[in-house]
């Protein structure tokens, strides 16, 4: 997931690399701070539901990660990197089109 996120930012190169992996470790830390709670949760109420769902955290977690494996692979990152070649594009032609002003004056 990390190298797909810093492909869609246009790259290792990118001047958004930092505020990307900043974002990444604040969402991680999110993340560790409410697993344990809503996973204690579920196990707690495994335990009142029965033997049989004592892996209630377990199938919780399950879910979890299929619906992100889902986001995951329904990003496009052709379309965003087409995005990234137009919006250099065009700061190019306006970086050209401002010079031969500059030049022309």
């Known amino acids: 997931m990390l190298s ?3 492909y869609t930012v246009g790259g ?4 958004d690399i930092g505020r990307l992996m900043a974002s990444i470790a604040i ?3 999110f993340g560790a701070m409410l697993s344990g709670p809503i996973l204690n949760g579920c196990f707690q109420w495994g335990m ?8 209630l955290p377990f199938a ?3 879910v979890i990660f299929v619906l992100v494996a889902v986001a995951s692979f329904t990003i496009s ?3 965003v990197n087409n995005a990234h070649v137009e919006a ?8 050209t089109n401002s010079e031969a002003r500059r030049a022309s004056s």
């Not at 290792?12 to 001047?15: E, F, L, R, T």
């Not at 009142?48 to 892996?55: T, Y």
């Open 60 to 62: 919780f977690a399950a």
């Open 48 to 55: 009142r539901l029965g033997k049989a769902f004592l892996g």
């Open 77 to 79: 990152v052709r379309d």
């Open 4 to 6: 797909l996120a810093v």
């Open 88 to 95: 250099h594009a065009q700061i190019s032609s306006q970086t």
């Open 27 to 29: 969402l991680e830390g």
């Open 12 to 15: 290792p190169s990118s001047s």
